[in-house]
């Protein structure tokens, strides 16, 4: 039986409270103008924004379940925000898993006081078959390396401080020849393209990188080398379930509009939620919030029991995905023609939604992890 603790639960209501207040006002106002700036330093002063990491390194010292309480409860208020940070933790995760002791102290507390982070895999022909990556980060004879390429679609790039680039170390190895590497915004030969222009999701900020030879030093290596496809691998485990969570949240978020709405609109003389048609749209969005919830929560604990979670974070984000963009769909629906109008916040959460079943992994690479488990590779 899956329980949150006290403090789980006190953590619970603060961000939800914060959610309220600050950033449920400023949804609209990011689809419309894009990142929000004034939110990180409001993040930071609530303790959000590292509240997973170690307390040594200025974090708030919490587990898996504690991180997406937070994750579900921002995207109550804005699914970009949710995934702001998601983005941040999926690029933080592997210097938390992966990095040394001074790599740790060094950008850790970066995180905690409102640095940005980006994760940099994808480029323009290498999304869903990562390891066909083509930036390569060759090795100099003192041991630093010389980075090339460039890299596409990226969550938070143009907003963040520090960019987590996997690039091939020995391009004849396939993916056990990828290794991470942090390289700050201001280094040289470090391009930043201008602002995608999305269907959603557009308080998240995502452009293109390109590489001209940036020299990375040896201390700027996360992990191995040669291991970075893997550790690319496991910190996406985490993030898919952060996926689960803003799926979750953003079906609340449309419900809650959709049902304040059906009790009051009348048609033929009642309010349109006594009418089966649409109170059954309510209780089909309900059982999915529910079995999404379940899968968080025990994917969570099995994360902090130290268990591998690719298969069960896969099925979460599989069936998570699809439920945010059905919910989405009926609760335009509810609202009829005024759902289709801007004026009314669901046309915003749909469009928001379809980017849960592509990023960080689609649905069709999520079946391709799922059946592989089932059947063997
Ligand atoms: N955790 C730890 N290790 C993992 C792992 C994980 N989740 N997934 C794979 N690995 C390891 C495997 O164990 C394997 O190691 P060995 O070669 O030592 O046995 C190695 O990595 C290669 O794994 P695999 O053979 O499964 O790799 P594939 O090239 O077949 O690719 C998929 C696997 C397609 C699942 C992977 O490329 C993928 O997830 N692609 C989607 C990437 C993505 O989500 N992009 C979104 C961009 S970020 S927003």
């Known amino acids: 039986m899956f329980k949150f603790t ?26 419309e103008n894009g990142f929000c700036w004034e939110l990180v330093p409001k993040l930071a002063e609530a303790g959000l924004l590292a509240i997973h990491m170690p307390e040594e390194y200025g974090g708030g010292g919490g587990d898996t379940v504690t991180s997406e309480i937070v994750i579900n ?40 006081d409102g640095k940005i982070f980006a994760f940099g895999l994808t480029e323009s022909n290498a999304g869903s078959d990562a390891a066909a990556i083509k930036s390569v980060a060759e ?39 990828i290794s991470v590497f942090i390289v700050p ?6 391009t930043i393209g201008k602002f995608e222009k999305k269907m959603g999701m557009r308080g998240s900020a995502t452009c293109e990188l390109s590489f001209d030879n940036i020299k990375i030093p040896a201390n700027r290596r996360v992990g191995e080398e040669g291991k970075g496809f893997m550790i690319a691998m496991q910190a996406l485990d985490g993030a898919r379930v952060s996926i689960g969570s803003i799926a979750s949240g953003l079906m609340q978020h449309a419900m809650s ?55 069960e974070a896969a099925e979460l984000k599989l069936l998570a995905s699809r ?50 488990s089932v059947l063997g590779r």
């Open 139 to 177: 090795k100099q004879a003192d041991g630093s390396y010389v980075l090339n390429g460039g890299k596409a679609w990226i969550t938070n790039s143009g907003v963040a401080d520090y960019y987590l680039i996997m690039a091939k170390t020995d391009p004849n190895a396939g993916n056990h020849g």
């Open 6 to 31: 006290e403090e789980q639960e006190m953590i619970r209501s603060m961000v939800r409270e914060f959610t309220a207040n600050e950033v449920e006002p400023k949804d609209r106002w990011m689809d």
């Open 257 to 311: 509009k959709a049902a304040k709405y059906a009790k009051e609109r009348t048609t033929f003389g009642k309010p349109i939620a006594k009418y089966q048609g649409i109170s059954f749209k309510f209780a089909d969005m309900a059982a999915k919030i529910r079995a999404t919830d379940l899968m968080i929560w025990d994917t969570c604990q099995m994360k902090d029991e130290g268990k591998r979670i690719s298969v």
């Open 185 to 190: 915004k201001d280094t040289e030969g470090l």
């Open 323 to 372: 439920w945010a963009c059905e919910t989405c769909d009926e609760c335009i629906q509810v609202f009829g023609g005024n759902g289709y109008s801007a004026e009314y916040d669901v046309e915003r959460f749909y469009r928001d939604a379809k980017l849960l079943e592509i990023g960080e992994g689609t649905s069709e690479i999520l079946r391709m992890v799922i059946s592989g």
């Open 73 to 112: 409860e921002l995207a109550k208020g804005s699914a970009s925000l949710a995934l702001f940070l998601d983005a941040n933790w999926l690029a933080c995760d592997m210097i938390l898993y992966h990095g040394t002791d001074e790599q740790k102290k060094e950008f850790i507390p970066q995180l905690a």
